[in-house]
């Protein structure tokens, strides 16, 4: 009976959590409408800037589309095989009753892992729900009900999970919308001022240029706040921490105005991560270039692109000021691409954790 009724809701969790992504989806269509018919054909009486507006929409709006559909539907990247307890370990940690052993097994297995983070304790971070050691920067979600790499935050708005495989989208899909609002309201203000004043007749047309002003402007606010958040986190290379913050209260369309705020109160910009030497909020810092190289690739053409250029794997990063011998839990044996982690990218070469980074200027 208890069983019965915890997939029933879990199923209608499932089925509420879309309830955002609709809400998006909606105002995303309807503002399609509102500018595409009720402005550009019903009002502008101008063929050439009719042409112009509707070619510059129609860009903004499928690269906001293409960003929005890859920021929902990328999988979350989860830590493969290699942080996994083997069956023996499993049997050996499960037996042991004393926590001081058990800290102890975690720290043998993750002498063999590029692990170079742990928990505020000073212990290996291991979850047990998923029964993986925790590579540096993973975090398991209570709504995925996964751990994920480099996890940023749980966002309602896309119904996903922004991390490692999806970051970049995410910061695309922030940037594109912020493009596509500021577009509409540049373009539609003359006309929101024709209307308020009554140089144009009342009709459809005018509650949908005045509200689609309105809602421009509002999104606009919202998104910029969060986008230089998360572009302040980047240049840091620091992620947010808040999970799954929103998904308990998402009554209105005003919690967008929240986001900012619930997203920064649990986060690596303000609870640093601890290494073996302590906490340390700058320690995946690099230097500025080499943190958008991270996020966005090498390829400077398609930094601005929703498709994969990410570096790495997700399993490990650069340290700014930690190598090899300063900690303990790194081995000193090459990760070959022969591993099983080899098939979402090799743990040898530049990115080896080993290696100290020197700060860019």
């Not at 929902?72 to 926590?99: G, N, V, W």
């Not at 509002?218 to 620091?238: D, T």
Request: with cysteine.
């Amino acid at each position: 009976m208890n069983m019965a009724l915890s997939r029933g809701l879990r199923c209608c969790q499932r089925v509420f959590s879309w309830i955002p992504v609709l809400i998006i989806t909606s105002v995303v269509l309807w503002s399609y409408y509102a500018y595409v018919f009720e402005l550009c054909l019903f009002t502008i009486s101008n063929s050439f800037e009719k042409v112009a507006y509707l070619l510059v929409f129609h860009i903004c709006f499928v690269m906001f589309s293409w960003t929005y559909w890859k920021s929902i539907f990328t999988p979350p990247a989860s830590p493969c095989k290699k942080f996994q307890l083997s069956y023996s370990d499993k049997q050996r940690y499960e037996m042991e009753e004393r926590p001081d052993a058990q800290k102890q097994i975690l720290v043998e297995i993750a002498r063999k892992l590029p692990i170079s983070t742990r928990a505020q304790s000073g212990a290996i971070r291991f979850c047990d729900r998923c029964q993986v050691l925790k590579p540096d920067r993973c975090h398991h979600c209570s709504v995925c009900e996964t751990c994920v790499l480099k996890m940023d935050h749980h966002c309602p708005w896309v119904n996903n999970c922004v991390g490692f495989s999806n970051y970049k989208f995410f910061l695309l899909f922030l940037s594109y919308s912020m493009l596509y609002c500021v577009f509409i309201a540049a373009t539609v203000f003359q006309y929101f001022i024709k209307f308020w004043v009554g140089e144009l007749p009342n009709g459809p047309a005018k509650f949908h240029v005045l509200f689609l002003m309105f809602v421009a402007l509002m999104f606009f606010v919202s998104l910029m706040f969060l986008f230089g958040y998360h572009c302040w986190l980047v240049a840091k290379n620091r992620s947010t921490l808040g999970k799954d913050l929103l998904m308990t209260n998402m009554k209105t369309l005003l919690m967008m105005f929240k986001t900012f705020m619930c997203m920064i109160s649990s986060s690596e910009a303000f609870s640093a991560p601890v290494f073996v030497n302590g906490p340390d909020k700058n320690g995946f810092n690099v230097g500025m270039r080499r943190n958008l190289r991270q996020v966005f690739g090498e390829e400077r053409r398609l930094w601005f692109i929703p498709v994969y250029t990410s570096q790495g794997n997700g399993h490990f990063f650069p340290l700014k000021n930690l190598s090899e011998s300063q900690n303990p839990l790194l081995a000193s044996e090459m990760w070959e691409e022969s591993d099983e982690c080899s098939e979402e990218g090799s743990f040898v070469g530049e990115h080896d954790p080993s290696v100290t980074i020197e700060m860019d200027e």
